[in-house]
C-alpha cells in the first residue's frame, strides 16, 4: 500500500537533502517557520488563540521536507495540488494526521522499537504484542478507509484521489473482513489482555481448539503440520458455524481413537507451547502485511505531517492577513515576483512586512547594494525563502512569484558577528565556498550575502570578482548582497547583459524604504546616514 | 588400477596422511592465503585446509587432479557430486544427533535416517556417474568402484532396510485434535482446510519442539498414547539400531572430504566470474615456451573489486635459456605483484586448478619456494641481513632441482656492492640448480652479468608526475628520478575555479546525454 503524498510514485524514505541545509536553515532563519507550524492556531471570537500544545513531529516534517528539493515542475504542481485540497478541506487533513498519530503512539506502546530486534520474535510476551499491532492496523486502516470514503469524491487533486482510492481498494471490506475472522479465531491466545476486545469483549476465558495434521519426522517429532481447525471457544458458549467443521464431520471416528487429557502442569506447559507455535505461524502468514502496514503508517505520519504542518502556518498566515500564492515554475533565467515578503520574519512577528517586486529576466547575475539598514539582506532572505518553499511544493508569502528550480541550492551568509577582519576567518568562508564549489550540479542557484567581508574591501573585491565570474561563467546562478563597491562598480562598467543590479532605496532626506530599486551601486553604503542617527548631534 | 583417492592415485602412507600439515610460507608470501581463505568459504563445514598446503607427489598425479578438475567444471558432473555431499552432510547431522537423544527409539531413528541418506548418497551418485561423459581417469575408476560397492551383499540389504523405513516414515501421518486440554490423536490424513483459509499452502509451518532434539513430554505421551493401540511403525523404527548397528565405507567418506577441494575451488571460480575476474585453465606444454598473456594478482584482483579498481594485467615468456627474471622499478610500482601473480600461476597450475590470466603455458616444477623481506621487521643492518640469510640458506639447501623460486627485495641492508655480490651468487645457485624464478629487486645492476637473466622494469607513464603503469615490461634498468607527486592544493583563484568548473560542466554535460 502507497502513501505517495509527498511524489508521484514514489515514498519519503531515501530522499536527498539539499547540500548543506543547515546553514540553509540558519542563514533563512527557517526555525520560525517549523516552531509556527508545530501549534495549532484558531480564530476565537475575534482573538487569535495557539488552542495546542507543540506537536514537535509537526516542526520536524516540515524541516525534513522543506530541505529536500525537488527536481521537476510536475512534482512541485503534484504537492500544491494536494496542498490546495487540504485547505479547501483543513477537517480531513486533521483527522488524516490525527489517525496516524494515534496509530504511531499506539505501536510504540505496544514496542515498535522492539519489533525486529533478534530475538525478540521467539519471546510470548511479545507475540502478545504482535496480535495486538495487528488488531491495531486493521482498526486504524477501517478508520481510515471511512475518512476516504467520505472526502474521495470532493478532491481535485491527482495525489489525494489515488491515495483515497488506493486505500479504499487495498483494504477491501472482504480483506477486512477475513483479517478479523482470523483475530477472533486467535483470541483465546491473548484473551483477558484488555484494550483491544473483538466482538463485544464478553470477558470469557477462550480456550483453543486446534485440528492439526502432522508428520512423524525425523528423529520422531512432530514435523510437517498442516493445520484443519482454529478456533477460540468459551466453554458456555459455542460459534455456530455455518459449515461442518472437519472435526464434526470425524466426530465418529474419533470416538475410540487414543486420547490424553492433561493435568500435569509440564504437559499443559507444552500444550500452551504448541498454541504459541500456531498463533506465530498464523502471524507470520501476516507478517508481509504488517511489514506493510508498518511502512504505510510510518510515510503516512511523516507525510500527512507536512501538509498538516503547512496548513497551520495557512491558518496563521490568514489570521496575520499575509498575502499568500502558489508559485510557478518558470526557466531557470527568469526571477519574478510581486509584493514578495521575508515570510520567517512576518510569521516571527505576526505582522505584514514591506514587499518587493521584481522582474529579473534574462539574468544569470544579481548584485544588490546600497544603504546599511536598508533591507538588503532582508530582500535576499525573502527570495531564498521563497526559492526553497517553491521547491518543496508550497505556498510562498507574494501576490506572485515565479521562478527556476535549483536542485543544487546554496546560502553563503557572512553574518555580522563573523565580520571581524580575521585571516581565520576568511580561512573557513574560502573553505566553504570550496564546499559549494565541489558540489554545484547542473542547476544551481548560489545566494551570497555579504560575503568575503572577512578581509579588507580591496582583496575581498579582487576575490568576490574572480569567484563571481567563474561561478555566472559556467552556468551557476547567483544572486549576492555586497558591500565590496570596487566589485560592483567593476561589473557595472562591464554592462554585461545577463547582470543586473538593484540597491536599496533611500530617500533624498535619508529615509530608507526598504525597497529595492534598480539602479547603479554607489560608492558609499550611506553608513554616515546611519551614524549620524544613531549618534545624533556629535 | 583400483580407485582409492580422488586427489592421490596411488593413495598415501599412513603416517603421511596423519601428519598434520602447517601453511607453506610461501601463501603469506604470495598472498594465497587471502584467495584460500575466499575458497574455504566455498566449502562450509569442511576445513579443506590441509587438503591445499601440500602439492601433488608427482607430475603424474598433478596431471590426475587437473582431469578430475577439467570433468568437474562441466556442469552436470559437479551437480551430481555437489547433491552427493550434500547428502553426505545430511547423514553426518542425523549421526550427531543421535547422541544427543536419549530414548532408544529417537536414537535407532536418527541411525536410521542417517543410513538412509548414506544409501541414498551412493545410489544417487552412482546412477549419476553412469549417465555421465567423463574424461579423467579418477572419476571413471570411482565409477567402476562404485558398481562394484553396490553389488556387495551388506550393503544391499542395508540399502533395501533403510528406504523400506524411510518410505514407512513417509507416508506416516497423524491427526491430533486438541480442545479443552484433552488431546486425541489418531492416524490419517486431513486437507489443512486452515492452511487453505490463511492462504498458506505453500508456507512450512516449524515444528512446535523443534527446540530440542528430544521429544517434548507432550511428544511422548502422544507417542505413547497412540502407539499402544498401533504399534507397527514405532516398533519398526526402534528395531532398525538392533539390525545395522554399524555401515558406510571409509573409500566413501574419503571421497566426500577430497571432493571439497575440487567443489571449492569451482565455486570460488563461478563466483570470480561473477565479479568479471577470470580464471582459465593453463596449458601444460614443456615442448614451448613458458608464457602468459594478462596475467594478474587474484588475491589484488579481490581487493579491488570491493572498491570497485580495476587491476593492471601483464604479459611475459620466458625464451628458451631464459632462466630468471630481474625486476626493477620504482617503489608502488607493481613488481612485488608481477612477482605475486607468478607465484600464483605456478600454484594453481601445480593444484591442477584454472589460473589468473587469459591464457597460459606453464611447465613442471617440483616445488615452489618464495623469500620476501619482512619489511614489519625492526631489525636493521646485519641483524637483518642474518635473517634474511637464515631464512635463505634452507632453501637453497632444499633438494630444490627444477623448483620455480621468487625472490622479493633480498639484501637491502648490505652495502651496494655486497648486495650485487650476493644477489648474484643466489642466481647462479638457483640456475644452476635448474630452477626458473623471478628476483625484485632495487639493485640495477643485478641483472646485467649474468647469463640466461633478463631484465624487467616496471613502467611509468612518462608523464611529469610519474604516474605508475604497474606494466612490467622488458627492459634496461634506468636512472629515472622518481620524485614524489605533487601534492595538489586547491585554489579558488580565477584561472583554477574555472578549470574546475569546467571540469564539472563538461561532467554535467556529459550525463544529459
Redesign the interface.
Same mark, same amino acid.
Request: glycine letters at 4%; proline letters at 3%.
Given at each position: 500500500m502507497n502513501v505517495h503524498l509527498l511524489y508521484t510514485s514514489r515514498e519519503w524514505k531515501g530522499v536527498n537533502e539539499y547540500f548543506d541545509s543547515k546553514s540553509i536553515v540558519n542563514d533563512l532563519g527557517l526555525e520560525n517557520l517549523f516552531r509556527a507550524a508545530s501549534r495549532d492556531q484558531e480564530r476565537e471570537e475575534g482573538n487569535i488563540q495557539t488552542i495546542t500544545d507543540a506537536d514537535e513531529h509537526l516542526g520536524n516534517a516540515l524541516r525534513r521536507v522543506m530541505t529536500v528539493p525537488l527536481r521537476t515542475p510536475e512534482e512541485i504542481y503534484y504537492r500544491q495540488d494536494i496542498m490546495q485540497d487540504c485547505f479547501a478541506h483543513g477537517q480531513f487533513i486533521k483527522e488524516l494526521y490525527a489517525g496516524a498519530r494515534d496509530v504511531m503512539t499506539r505501536w510504540e506502546k505496544l514496542g515498535k522499537k522492539e519489533m525486529n530486534k533478534p530475538g525478540v520474535r521467539e519471546k510470548s510476551i511479545h507475540l502478545v504484542a504482535e496480535v495486538k499491532v495487528l488488531r491495531l492496523f486493521v482498526d486504524s486502516l477501517s478508520d481510515l478507509k471511512k475518512l476516504c470514503q467520505s472526502y474521495q469524491d470532493r478532491f481535485q487533486s491527482r495525489g489525494l484521489k489515488q491515495f483515497c482510492q488506493e486505500v479504499v481498494e487495498s483494504f477491501s471490506d472482504q480483506w477486512e473482513e477475513k483479517l478479523r475472522t482470523?483475530l477472533e479465531d486467535i483470541t483465546f491466545f491473548s484473551a483477558g489482555e484488555e484494550e483491544y476486545t473483538l466482538g463485544g469483549g464478553d470477558g470469557k476465558v477462550r480456550?483453543?481448539?486446534?485440528?492439526?495434521?502432522?508428520?512423524?519426522?525425523?528423529?520422531?517429532?512432530?514435523?510437517?503440520?498442516?493445520?484443519?481447525?482454529?478456533e477460540s471457544?468459551s466453554?458456555k458458549y459455542k460459534r455456530v458455524k455455518e459449515k461442518k467443521t472437519?472435526?464434526e464431520r470425524?466426530a465418529t471416528?474419533?470416538a475410540a481413537?487414543?486420547?490424553?487429557?492433561?493435568?500435569?502442569p509440564?504437559?499443559?506447559e507444552?500444550?500452551s507451547?504448541?498454541?504459541g507455535?500456531?498463533v506465530?505461524?498464523?502471524m507470520?502468514?501476516y507478517r508481509p502485511f504488517m511489514n506493510d502496514c508498518g511502512d504505510f503508517f510510518e510515510e503516512l505520519y511523516m507525510q500527512a505531517a507536512f501538509y498538516r504542518a503547512c496548513f497551520n502556518l495557512y491558518v496563521r498566515s490568514q489570521n496575520t492577513k499575509l498575502e499568500m500564492c502558489f508559485p510557478k515554475v518558470c526557466d531557470g533565467d527568469c526571477l519574478r515576483f510581486t509584493d514578495l515578503m521575508e515570510y520567517s520574519m512576518a510569521i516571527f512577528r505576526s505582522s505584514v512586512p514591506v514587499g518587493n517586486t521584481s522582474g529579473i529576466d534574462h539574468k544569470r547575475l544579481l548584485i544588490v547594494t546600497g544603504a546599511n539598514q536598508g533591507g538588503k539582506s532582508t530582500f535576499l532572505r525573502s527570495i531564498g525563502i521563497a526559492q526553497v518553499m517553491l521547491q518543496c511544493g508550497m505556498f510562498v508569502c507574494a501576490a506572485r512569484f515565479e521562478s527556476g528550480i535549483f536542485p543544487d541550492f546554496f546560502t553563503h551568509f557572512t553574518r555580522r558577528e563573523d565580520s571581524a577582519m580575521n585571516s581565520g576567518r576568511l580561512d573557513e568562508e574560502?573553505k566553504r565556498?570550496?564546499q559549494i564549489?565541489r558540489h554545484?550540479?547542473?542547476s544551481s542557484m548560489v545566494l551570497l550575502n555579504e560575503s568575503f567581508a572577512t578581509t579588507t574591501e580591496e582583496e575581498g573585491s579582487v576575490?568576490a570578482y574572480?569567484?563571481v565570474?567563474?561561478?555566472v561563467?559556467?552556468?551557476?546562478k547567483v544572486l549576492t548582497v555586497t558591500h565590496l563597491l570596487s566589485f560592483a562598480k567593476k561589473v557595472y562598467a562591464q554592462k554585461r547583459p545577463e547582470v543586473a543590479f538593484l540597491s536599496a532605496e533611500r530617500k533624498e532626506n535619508g529615509v530608507r524604504t526598504f525597497k529595492m530599486i534598480p539602479g547603479e551601486p554607489e560608492l558609499t553604503s550611506f553608513g554616515l546616514d546611519l551614524y549620524d542617527r544613531m549618534i545624533p548631534g556629535s | 588400477m583400483e580407485f582409492i583417492s580422488i586427489l592421490e592415485p596411488e593413495g598415501q602412507d599412513e603416517e603421511l596422511a596423519a601428519a598434520r600439515r602447517h601453511m607453506p610460507d610461501f601463501f603469506l608470501d604470495l598472498n594465497i592465503d587471502q584467495i584460500f581463505k575466499m575458497i574455504q568459504d566455498q566449502a562450509p563445514g569442511y576445513d579443506i585446509s590441509q587438503l591445499y598446503y601440500r602439492f601433488p607427489e608427482s607430475k603424474e598425479e598433478e596431471i590426475y587432479r587437473r582431469e578430475i578438475y577439467r570433468d568437474i567444471k562441466k556442469p552436470e558432473v559437479f551437480d551430481c557430486l555437489d547433491a552427493f555431499g550434500q547428502r553426505m552432510r545430511r547423514m553426518a547431522k542425523?549421526l550427531a544427533?543421535r547422541p544427543q537423544?536419549e530414548?532408544s527409539? #529417537?536414537k535407532s531413528?536418527?541411525h536410521a535416517?542417517a543410513a538412509y541418506e548414506y544409501c541414498k548418497a551412493v545410489e544417487d551418485l552412482r546412477r549419476g556417474l553412469a549417465g555421465l561423459d567423463l574424461q579423467s581417469r579418477g572419476l571413471k575408476l570411482l565409477r567402476d568402484y562404485l558398481n562394484q560397492y553396490i553389488k556387495q551383499p551388506d550393503y544391499g540389504k542395508l540399502k533395501d532396510e533403510a528406504f523400506h523405513l524411510q518410505s514407512e =516414515?513417509?507416508k506416516?501421518?497423524? *491427526? =491430533? #485434535? *486438541?480442545?479443552?486440554? @484433552?488431546?486425541?490423536?489418531?492416524q490419517?490424513?486431513?486437507?489443512?482446510?486452515?492452511?487453505r483459509f490463511?492462504?498458506?499452502e505453500e !508456507?512450512?509451518?516449524?515444528?512446535?519442539?523443534?527446540s530440542t $532434539?528430544k !521429544?517434548?513430554?507432550?511428544?511422548e505421551?502422544?507417542?505413547s498414547?497412540?502407539r499402544?493401540?498401533y504399534p507397527k511403525?514405532?516398533d519398526e =523404527?526402534e528395531k532398525f539400531i538392533k539390525n545395522y548397528p554399524d555401515f558406510g565405507e571409509a573409500r566413501i567418506f574419503r571421497l566426500e572430504k577430497e571432493l571439497q577441494y575440487y567443489l571449492a575451488f569451482y565455486r570460488f571460480r563461478n563466483r570470480m566470474e561473477d565479479w568479471g575476474i577470470l580464471l582459465t585453465e593453463p596449458e601444460t606444454d614443456e615442448s614451448r615456451e613458458m608464457e602468459a598473456e594478462d596475467l594478474y594478482d587474484l588475491a589484488l584482483a579481490c581487493a579491488n573489486f570491493t572498491q570497485n579498481k580495476p587491476v593492471v594485467p601483464n604479459d611475459f615468456v620466458y625464451h628458451e635459456n631464459e632462466r630468471f627474471f630481474v625486476v626493477n622499478g620504482p617503489n608502488q610500482g607493481g613488481k612485488t605483484t608481477f612477482a605475486r601473480s607468478l607465484g600464483q600461476l605456478v600454484y594453481f597450475t601445480k593444484m591442477g586448478f584454472d589460473v589468473p590470466a587469459k591464457r597460459a603455458n606453464v611447465h613442471y616444477f617440483t616445488d615452489l619456494l618464495t623469500h620476501f623481506s619482512v619489511e614489519e621487521s625492526m631489525e636493521t643492518g646485519q641483524g637483518k641481513l642474518m635473517e634474511e640469510l637464515s631464512r635463505l640458506a634452507p632453501m637453497m639447501k632444499k633438494e630444490t632441482n627444477s623448483a620455480f623460486v621468487i625472490i622479493n627485495e633480498l639484501f637491502t641492508t648490505a652495502a651496494h656492492y655486497d648486495g650485487c655480490v650476493m644477489g648474484a651468487r643466489v642466481l647462479d645457485h638457483f640456475i644452476g640448480a635448474g630452477c626458473r624464478g623471478i628476483y625484485v629487486t632495487h639493485l640495477k645492476e643485478l641483472g646485467d652479468s649474468i647469463e640466461k637473466v633478463t631484465s624487467m622494469t616496471a613502467m611509468l607513464d612518462g608523464s611529469e608526475d610519474h604516474r605508475r603503469t604497474f606494466k612490467i615490461l622488458r627492459n634496461k634498468a634506468e636512472d629515472v628520478g622518481y620524485a614524489e607527486d605533487i601534492v595538489k592544493k586547491?585554489d579558488?583563484?580565477?584561472e583554477k575555479?574555472?578549470e574546475? $568548473? @569546467?571540469a564539472?560542466?563538461e561532467n554535467?554535460a556529459d550525463?544529459?546525454k
Open positions: 482470523v480456550q483453543a481448539k486446534i485440528v492439526l495434521d502432522c508428520r512423524v519426522g525425523s528423529g520422531v517429532k512432530l514435523d510437517d503440520l498442516r493445520l484443519d481447525v482454529v471457544v466453554k472437519v472435526m470425524f471416528t474419533f481413537e487414543p486420547t490424553v487429557i492433561l493435568k500435569d509440564i504437559l499443559l507444552d500444550l507451547q504448541l498454541e507455535q500456531v506465530k505461524f498464523i507470520n502468514v574560502l565556498i570550496d564549489v554545484l550540479g547542473e576575490i574572480d569567484v565570474r567563474a561561478l561563467e559556467a552556468g551557476v | 542425523a544427533n537423544v530414548s527409539l #529417537q531413528a536418527w535416517s =516414515i513417509e506416516f501421518h497423524l *491427526i =491430533i #485434535q *486438541i480442545e479443552n486440554n @484433552k488431546v486425541t490423536v489418531t490419517g490424513t486431513l486437507p489443512g482446510e486452515y492452511d490463511l492462504g498458506s !508456507m512450512a509451518h516449524p515444528s512446535p519442539f523443534a $532434539l !521429544m517434548s513430554p507432550l511428544e505421551t502422544v507417542f498414547a497412540f499402544k493401540k511403525v514405532l =523404527i586547491y579558488l583563484t580565477y575555479l574555472s574546475r $568548473l @569546467k564539472f560542466s554535467t550525463s544529459r
